[in-house]
């Protein structure tokens, strides 16, 4: 079948988006075996086999994604253009091991597959590979990772077992059994990796549940001191902080944590000390065994117009930048100006709620984390949680003055955002993570909202604190 009648934009749609040049679009129309391709769903399609064809290399792509991005006025279409080199890339790598529109269509022909799981394979899967059609690991990559279920393939399984041995049933129950040897494999390798992320999280569960908790925690814990803010090595600081090691650790065990002790405080210290607001920054080190680990930690008022005090948890990275950046009269040094603090977190929160609701996958995973929190809430009183901090932006600061965008009328201003990741928390990491990063501010109507790039910057500071989050300490120069 002619591409241009299965997908008259594929090819196009390359160019348009500037992924491919004009040379190179001349190239594949003129290649012989342009007109004998099978459908093209998309453009991520037609790049890869463009890259395998030798059309256009990876170096070029990740070049022609570079300029897109980096490009002064924005260009629009540049993140659509990021996701299809990111599909081709991958689309790339099942066509390394075979898994191919070749071998999905095989698999429907044999009986395996049905039409609707063929239509949805097609769909991720490349046009062709660097090696032949491998209908058994297509099978096996469908049930691990594709569109087939389960329980349909373990059905079809027992259907082939239960057909008369004759040639083409033999080749069926070939491609069966070697599919579910793959799957298998994968089974097992996955469930020694699951052990072993168990282990270490059994054993690092002081630390992560102990400092998640200890950022999330509101600390029942009053004093009547109108006058003054306690110090944050003060004797009634350090019993309070110590009681709440003592809440998490048990916490910790009724979740099954055996291991879990009573860690011991140390390094107990102020960052600074806002006046104004007479609320103290903490830090201190958190010990157990041969493992350290630093946590912060507020002490103000219990509310505005309230004489009790209460300590709260806080991220670390957030205490530094807040009570690290204070003037002699104990004010801010970094307010956001011309924007303002308060316009500054408005716009940023705004800025997340959008991302998110043009993301489905984002969204669900919100909604998974909020059912969590809550699941967790109605389970266990043994820690006091600050509503507040449980947002998606849990908190906000600037780290700097913003400066003129080049355009002369945007600002840039360096920020560090605590944010409640649904992503880790719904595999079981530590969710909260501190976001660093210049993002721009843009003026509308007489209001700020973010610039065009906050979803290139946003996501990439995400990944960087994931990359942080995972002990990847050069987080900065990972791919994007």
């Not at 977190?345 to 669900?364: I, N």
Request: include cysteine; charge should be negative; glycine fraction near 8%.
């Amino acid at each position: 079948m002619n591409p241009a009648a299965a997908n008259p934009d594929a090819f196009l749609a390359l160019l348009s988006h500037g992924l491919i040049t004009d040379a190179q679009h001349d190239a594949v129309l003129a290649h012989p075996e342009t007109a004998a391709l099978p459908p093209i769903p998309g453009p991520a399609h037609a790049l890869a086999w463009m890259c395998l064809k030798g059309l256009v290399t990876q170096e070029e792509i990740d070049a022609a994604v570079e300029r897109l991005e980096e490009a002064s006025p924005p260009i629009a279409t540049a993140d659509d253009a990021s996701y299809i080199a990111y599909d081709a890339e991958e689309f790339g790598e099942l066509g390394d091991r075979g898994i191919t529109h070749e071998a999905v269509n095989a698999l429907f022909n044999d009986g395996l597959v049905d039409a609707e799981t063929r239509d949805m394979a097609l769909e991720e899967t490349p046009l062709v590979g660097s090696v032949p059609a491998a209908p058994a690991a297509t099978l096996a990559w469908m049930v691990i990772d594709g569109p087939l279920e389960r329980e349909v393939f373990e059905a079809t399984r027992a259907e082939v077992a239960a057909k008369p041995a004759f040639a083409m049933a033999a080749d069926r129950a070939r491609i069966v059994a070697e599919a579910q040897d793959e799957i298998a494999a994968d089974e097992k390798a996955v469930g020694a990796w699951r052990a072993t992320a168990q282990g270490k999280r059994r054993r690092s569960a002081w630390t992560s549940g102990l400092v998640t908790l200890a950022i999330a925690g509101g600390l029942g814990w009053y004093l009547f001191a109108p006058a003054g803010v306690p110090a944050c090595d003060a004797d009634a600081t350090r019993k309070t902080l110590q009681g709440l090691m003592l809440r998490v650790s048990i916490d910790a065990r009724t979740q099954g944590l055996r291991e879990v002790g009573i860690p011991s405080l140390s390094g107990l210290r102020e960052i600074g000390y806002r006046k104004d607001e007479r609320i103290r920054g903490c830090m201190a080190t958190m010990t157990r065994g041969d493992d350290t680990k630093a946590i912060a930690y507020t002490i103000g008022p219990a509310s505005a117009d309230d004489d009790k005090m209460t300590v709260r948890g806080a991220d670390p990275v957030i205490v530094e930048a807040r009570f690290g950046n204070l003037d002699a009269k104990g004010k801010p040094l970094y307010n956001a100006e011309p924007i303002g603090r308060v316009a500054a977190e408005k716009a940023f929160r705004d800025g997340v709620t959008a991302l998110q609701a043009s993301s489905p996958a984002a969204a669900m995973l919100q909604r998974q984390l909020e059912r969590q929190r809550a699941r967790q809430r109605s389970t266990t009183g043994l820690v006091v949680t600050d509503a507040d901090r449980e947002r998606e932006i849990a908190d906000f600061e600037p780290t700097g003055p913003c400066r003129a965008h080049e355009d002369r009328v945007s600002r840039v201003c360096p920020l560090v955002v605590e944010y409640n990741d649904s992503l880790l928390a719904t595999i079981g990491r530590a969710q909260s993570l501190p976001l660093t990063g210049d993002f721009t501010f843009v003026q509308d109507n007489g209001n700020w909202r973010m610039g065009d790039d906050f979803a290139k910057r946003f996501t990439r500071a995400v990944l960087e604190a994931r990359l942080v989050g995972m002990g990847v300490t050069d987080a900065a120069a990972a791919p994007e």
